[in-house]
């Protein structure tokens, strides 16, 4: 297989929370600092942040405020925050990026294909025909086109006039 060089993916590898374990959703929502953790919304039960290992540009995770695996333990006050989070979210792709769909999803566990078990988060993730191409299938290889801090800049906009 072939490298494909992306020096500045180092950073998200060098954080204290990939060392010690512990929750890098969690981290975020206590450091305050939202434009550097990425973190596009916060509402008085959930937070929409961009996923730092994104699947694709505008990869958006939605999360509970609340450090909880599951939702099943989400409060009613807590489930509809988080759709209408969720809704927040799809409606700033459309404007920000116009894709022709989106895959919305939950792993829960880590036989399901979670990489944070303990907090329990939502994947929007925008898609658009023909966004899967040679480079996975024939060089192993996923392509994002855009910066975070770009992809982050072009969100919060929208976020921040709702």
């Known amino acids: 297989m072939r490298k494909l060089w992306a020096p500045w993916r180092t950073i998200y590898i060098d954080q204290p929370s990939c060392k010690r374990n512990e929750c890098f959703i969690c981290l975020k929502l206590k450091e305050n600092n939202d434009e550097k953790n990425f973190i596009l919304k916060r509402t008085n039960y959930s937070v929409a942040l961009l996923n730092t290992y994104p699947y694709t540009s505008g990869h958006i995770m ?53 990489g944070l078990i303990g907090h329990y988060h939502i994947h929007i993730v925008p898609r658009w025909k023909g966004d899967t191409n040679f480079m996975p299938v024939i060089g192993e290889v996923k392509v994002i086109n855009q910066a975070l801090e770009e992809t982050y800049k072009r969100l919060k906009t929208i976020f921040d006039t709702r």
């Open 62 to 114: 939605v999360a509970p405020a609340r450090h909880i695996d599951s939702p099943l333990l989400l409060t009613r006050e807590e489930l509809l925050d988080k759709e209408e989070l969720v809704n927040m979210c799809i409606e700033a792709l459309v404007r920000a990026f116009k894709p022709n769909g989106f895959n919305v999803g939950v792993n829960l566990g880590e036989v399901a294909g979670a």
